[in-house]
């Protein structure tokens, strides 16, 4: 059987990260050419080395002043490498999540966690659109957001806020790009099997069993994303 994405090019940004690993493989397996995007290089270089299509790796520090400018150049820098016009989709999958009560809070936290889990995407989003990036025919943009948006739960107050913001901001993106021929959701998925969690886990103790309960097929993995 053909695979599906075969010629297809698709930019993944926190491809080191438990649902960014997932979704590189799963998108090589189908056929398709990756550019992924994160912190460690080094990282990012082996998981490139497991993958069957070509792919472009960069580093990129999505809490920086400088991730606009950044971004834009890893992306033209991919389009000659890859020689393609334009990408046919892309995922942001960056995200903090402090677990923090109401009285830990500081303006400086807020601010962090705005900057990777929100402003990273939207300036994501707006370089992916853009004429010079996205593809003639149609693009589609994921943005990886989660259940924290609808569903609160105690120390994750200022987690939840940036991913609704995230939902909200998309929902007003996708009205405004659909007739340039450019897709966006948020998939909003439960308690992931990741690293940030299982760091999150060591931190609050007793947050991963609160999550099984709230979880009754399970809790989730990166690749059921």
């Known amino acids: ?3 599906s994405l075969n010629g297809q090019t698709f930019v993944v940004v926190g ?7 997932a979704l590189a493989s799963a998108l090589s397996k189908e056929g398709a050419n990756t550019v992924l995007i994160a912190r460690d290089k080094i990282k990012l270089e082996n998981i490139a080395k497991g993958l069957s299509q070509s792919v472009f790796t960069a580093r990129l520090d999505v809490s ?3 991730m606009e400018q950044d971004l834009a150049g890893i992306m033209e820098n991919a389009k000659n490498s890859l020689c393609v016009e334009g990408f046919n989709g892309g995922v942001y999958c960056p995200g903090v999540a402090p677990i923090l009560p109401l009285r830990g ?6 601010e962090d966690v705005f900057r990777v889990n929100y402003t ?3 300036i994501f989003t707006k370089i992916m659109a853009s004429k010079a990036f996205r593809h003639k025919e149609m693009t589609s943009i994921v943005l990886i957001s989660s259940i ?3 569903k609160g739960e105690k120390g994750l107050g200022i987690y939840g806020a940036s991913k609704a913001a995230l939902g909200a901001s998309a929902r007003s993106f996708a009205r405004e790009l659909a007739p340039q021929g450019v897709r966006i959701n948020c998939v909003m998925p439960g308690w992931i099997n990741t690293e940030m969690n299982k760091t999150n886990s060591q931190v609050a103790t007793g947050i991963e069993d609160t999550m099984r309960k709230l979880h009754p097929l399970g ?3 990166a690749q059921n994303v």
């Open 15 to 21: 491809a080191t990260s438990g649902i960014g690993m």
């Open 148 to 150: 924290s948006a609808e």
């Open 105 to 110: 809070l500081s303006s400086a936290i807020v």
């Open 120 to 122: 990273g995407a939207v």
């Open 64 to 66: 920086s002043d400088t």
């Open 219 to 221: 809790l989730g993995t």
């Open 1 to 3: 059987m053909q695979n």
